[in-house]
């Protein structure tokens, strides 16, 4: 089955069945130009943290698809978010990565723009016919139509219409709030760096493998043996521990993952693994000082009963569909940018909760690296296998990617959503793939179908 | 001995030494090559002042570096099946200090190919060797530092040690 040179409703609905989905969803350019098109340009994607452009002034590229975006603090307090575009002939009007403008010159011939977008002056305007209005909102750097934050983190639609941002999270927004109350002083902020580390592969690949609990054991196998096998004699200043006990983490056989984690799904193709590590297990031990001079602090903000509520929410990645995903247990948060059919970048950053202790995060910064660090020895065979499911797909083999795993034991969950029976169903990938549909064609196709 | 020109010269050689064992995949003799508490380091930022409140390409203290070469050697490694060959030139080294309880800091410039799966990937950048005499004519590495110019660029996995 080839996919139609014209892309019908029907001939997209034709690509996704109840437990398979096919292969052309993750190679073909003309799937690729659509979803772009219907998700990236109608869902809410996140495009940065209020903290990054904490001043009036300050901004920060980044980009919703494929497109480049000024994420900026205006004079009103506001964060806008502006196409990258010179409205006179086209030119990315802000090349710097982040900064402080108090406005936008294009240095193609100097169209000098507001930081809410506007025109502030044209050179030579009396040349233009008298029907050139800089007044108007689309002789501009064109505001992205709504943007929206939630505690912080902020969205941005391509969309004029649709779903309010809380709407869109739904349930999934309660992993924001794990992110943001488990700072003493109830704010978080970027810090710390980022990684942008590249493959070749699909956007998609990204998230169907952050919530994947059954590939550690085989992706992370040479990792996992060389940590089993590392003598804890040898010096370490701490990073080095902690790296290596996170790579031991990942051997956790089948029966953990099939009896103490959970996997739950919810509408818009959100999902997260819950129930994951507790605290005695990974970075933040209970007897770690560190740790117990951050409960301390917690509690004296928040009170003893609120701290230990916030600390009993233990989650490990939570995808918001279709570019984030994040921990927010350890204050890491991923977004994706699709680049091609075949070749996707990811950027992730680190979050430092304010009120706790410096060392707290340093924690953070040695737990990135291992996890989400371009040189990291868990992270590269996660590299090795997005690109790999490239070159598998580019023979003639199966046609049809199976997602079926756990498919006849998904049930609803009292939150609202759909709960896999355990950590290894593959319900999280068919809860995208419902989400896909209705961005493609309107109309979904409930993950649960089959269950009942 | 002190700051003569010898003692550049046997810190290149020593730098050149341990360019090979990497390009030779020797991983076992170039981690011997290093003492007992010392850090190798990657930043992700040009001119990074810690690897501790900024995230970093590679930062091993002793204990991860034996990790991550215990890695390098076991045959599950699927970043490195089929295995990359490497060739580093090294070059432009000058003395940067040389001091008389017998610590040399040496600058040096890495121009790194790598082939694997029929593509070359190049980094380029500046390292920056911390060594310790060992003896009368080798030396130990307590701390090796490499600045990529790319380093906050988009990058692909990083597998084969810089």
Redesign the interface.
Known sequence: MGVDAMLTHQSLRRLVEPGRVHRSLYTDPQIFALEMERIFGAAWIYVGHESQVPQVGDFVATRIGLKPIVLVRHEDGKVYALHNQCAHRGAMVVAPEAGNAHEFRCCYHGWTYHTDGRIKSIPLQHGYPACLDPKDPKLAMVQVPRVTSYRGFIFASLATDGPDLQEFLGYAATSLDDMVDRAPDGEIEAAGGVFKHAYNGNWKLYLENLCDAAHPLFVHQSSIEAAKAQADTVHSDGSGEIAVRQMRQNAAPYSFWESQVGIWTYTNGHSFLGDYHDDAKLVAAMNDPVFRDYIAKLEARKGKERAKKILEVRRWNTNVYPNLSFMSQFQQLRVVHPVAPNRTVVYTYNFRLKGAPEAMFEQTIAFANIVNGTGSLVLTDDLETYGRIDAGLSSEGAEWLQIGRGFTSDTADATGGVRGKNSTSEVYIRNMYDAWLTYMTGEGQPVRAAAQ | MIGDSSSREKAEAFLLREARLLDEAQYEQWLALFT??A?YW?P??AG?TS??????????????????V??LL??????QNPPSRSSRIVANVTLETDRDDGILETRSKLLLTEYRRNRLRTYAGTAWHRLVRDGKAAFRIASKRVDLIDC????????VPL
């Open positions: 007992q508490d850090w990657v992700s930022q990074q690897p501790r409140d900024t995230v970093s390409l590679i930062y091993d203290d002793r204990r991860l570096l034996e990790t991550r215990r890695r076991n045959p599950s490694i699927h970043a906050d660029g988009e990058l692909e996995g990083l597998v």
